[in-house]
């Protein structure tokens, strides 16, 4: 078991603990002052049926009642509907502030149950039980919390800080090939935006990693972690060092968007990172070899590089939509080198528009 801790505002925030299992979680709840509280589990209709009843046995020992509220899975349900439903479900059952919430699943999950935790009696705890490897190494950690609205990613939201991060590495055993390769897109960004030498172990240890290794996954998911607390320590309301978590995410989710969300998050970024890498190569930051390198190391782990049927005149607007715009500039994410990445607001249109092209996929070629 590994355990990192995240302070907010300079005092212990919350607790990272890294297991093989759940048969810890029990004690880590009593720890945190919820014995003969209520808990509902909040899970999706893909995670639910996989862990649901194991961690209901777990918080049973601890808590006085444990409800399961599942939700239908897909980011297509991440809006405030499914919210209300949360809200719902517990004003039903008669919860109060002095109650817990669990987030079991991915992203699209921790995300709706922080945003609804942030909310509900203006603030009821909650706890993140990540089961992607997306989930695992970003979005549980740091308190980023909401919802979509109208397709544009993340517009709804709060800060909201979970009381623990519980991850059992072996729910990573569950997830399809796509999925585990979604969560890579996210970790790779680590290691440019932050640890040259991370990225470069995560590349000759691809192989364990798209196997499963269990002990070379845990040692990934606490490096991305400390990546991820480090930053947002420092920045925990995105002021300031906190943006450079966006690298790849500008682009990226504009295709998302642009693509239906037919693509999934982590793929999206893994786009984004590339026509990121050519803005800086092209702006001169980095060399051709290095730009080239950066898009060819996605393919090693099952991550595209290359897109179709996106127009780049398309995707210019939708950048504009981005919660990531700063009085009428875009804060774009570059780099000077992998591992040294910055804030910059002087990336134009044409820039933009001239890197989506460099992705887009040709017949024929």
């Known amino acids: 078991m590994d355990r990192l801790s995240v302070k907010y505002q300079n005092q212990k925030a919350y607790d990272i ?31 639910g049926p996989l862990y649901a009843e194991l961690v209901s046995q777990q918080l049973c020992k601890v808590c006085s009642e444990v409800y ?52 509900y009696l203006r603030g009821i705890a909650f706890i993140q039980l990540p089961t992607s490897l997306l989930a695992q190494t970003d979005s549980s950690v740091g308190g980023k919390t909401g919802v979509d609205l109208d397709g544009y990613k993340n517009m709804v939201g709060a800060f909201y800080m979970p009381r623990l991060v519980y991850t ?85 989710h504009a295709i998302e968007k642009a693509k239906n969300f037919t693509l999934l998050h982590g793929e999206c970024v893994a786009l984004g990172c590339i026509a990121a890498a050519y803005i800086s190569m092209k702006k001169g930051l980095i060399d051709t070899g290095t730009c080239y390198e950066i898009r060819d190391m996605f393919v090693p782990f099952g991550l595209p ?9 398309e995707i210019a607007d939708l950048v504009k939509s981005d919660k990531k715009m700063d009085n009428g500039h875009i804060r774009f994410i570059l780099l000077h080198d992998i591992g040294d990445a910055f ?17 887009l996929f040709v017949d024929g070629e």
């Open 17 to 47: 603990v890294i297991d093989s299992s759940y048969s810890g979680l029990a004690s880590e709840v009593d720890k945190l002052g919820f014995a003969g509280r209520r808990a509902a589990i909040i899970t999706d209709s893909n995670v």
């Open 305 to 313: 590089i290359s897109v179709e049927d996106v127009n780049p005149d």
């Open 343 to 359: 804030i910059s607001t002087d990336v134009t249109d044409e820039e933009i528009r001239e890197a989506v092209k460099e992705i």
């Open 168 to 252: 059992n590495v072996t729910t990573l055993d569950s997830l399809n090939g796509r999925l585990l390769s979604e969560g890579m897109g996210e970790v790779l960004k680590h290691g440019l935006i932050k640890d040259q030498s991370y990225y470069f172990w995560m590349i000759e240890n691809f192989n364990e990693i798209i196997t499963r290794d269990h002990e070379i996954l845990e040692k990934m998911i606490k490096r991305s972690c400390e990546i991820k607390r480090d930053v947002v320590e420092h920045d925990p309301h995105e002021k300031g060092e906190r943006a450079l978590l966006n690298f790849g995410h500008t682009i990226g």
């Open 68 to 119: 399961v509220f599942t939700i239908p899975a897909g980011e297509e349900n991440k809006n405030l509907t499914t919210v209300q439903n949360i809200y719902e479900f517990l004003v039903a059952k008669h919860f109060d502030r002095h109650d817990m919430l669990a987030a079991l699943g991915g992203g699209v999950t921790g995300d709706i149950t922080g945003f609804a935790a942030s909310t």
